[in-house]
Each structure stands twice: as structure tokens, then as C-alpha cells.
């Protein structure tokens, strides 16, 4: 069993930054693949980073150089600083257990958090 809790959410300016964290409850934390995922209203959910159990990153196109996606699988936490952030980023972010072939999620979520960027 794994537990997801994201925060950092919140508004901020195109242009500005922040960063979200996501607490995870479990054993089973380190051996995962984590990702995050962003819905904005009316679309689909989709693949923003994902991280491997060693640290190896992944990127969407729309987020690199932007986004840096890390881990501390001794605190069992996954993080994403997001930098020159730009309003169509605004949507709710999720963490969720990822399969690394596909990059779609592996069942577990979190309940997400809100990210707000105005223009």
C-alpha cells in the first residue's frame, strides 16, 4: 500500500515559481517509479515528469528546462520545483506511481494540489 499527499500548490505569476511536494506513506516508496500529472479544466490528465527509483529523470517537451523533478526516497518524498511558469500551467497536479515503458500512471494517486498561474 502506498499513500500519496501533495502540496505547494498555489497562485503565482507567469514568470514565477514554486514547489510541490509529495509525501508518500509506504514502504514501497524508493522501489517506484514516480511521475506527476497536471489536469486543467475540461482536459486530459497527462504526464508532466516522471522520476525512476535511481534518480533518472523524465521530462514532457512543454516542461523542460523549466521543471526539475526530484526525490529523497529517505524522507519518502518526491518533489517538483517549477520555474518561468506560464498560465496554461495552471491545473491541478497529481503525483501517482508510474510504469516507466509507457509513462502512464501504476495505480497509486494522490488527491492533488492547485496550481494557479496568472497572466
Known amino acids: 500500500q502506498l499513500q500519496l499527499v501533495e502540496s505547494g500548490g498555489g497562485l503565482v505569476q507567469a514568470g514565477g515559481s514554486l514547489r510541490l511536494s509529495c509525501a508518500a506513506s509506504g514502504t514501497i516508496f524508493s522501489k517506484n517509479v514516480m511521475g506527476w500529472y497536471r489536469q486543467a479544466p475540461g482536459k486530459e490528465r497527462n504526464v508532466v515528469a516522471a522520476?525512476?527509483?535511481?534518480?533518472?529523470?523524465y521530462y514532457a517537451d512543454s516542461v523542460k528546462g523549466r521543471f526539475t523533478n526530484s526525490r529523497d526516497n529517505s524522507k519518502n518524498t518526491l518533489y517538483l520545483q517549477m520555474s518561468s511558469l506560464k498560465p496554461e500551467g495552471t491545473a491541478m497536479y497529481y503525483c501517482a506511481t508510474t510504469r516507466l515503458a509507457t509513462m502512464t500512471p501504476s495505480g497509486y494517486w494522490g488527491q492533488g494540489t492547485q496550481v494557479t498561474v496568472s497572466s
Open positions: 522520476i525512476s527509483s535511481g534518480g533518472t529523470t
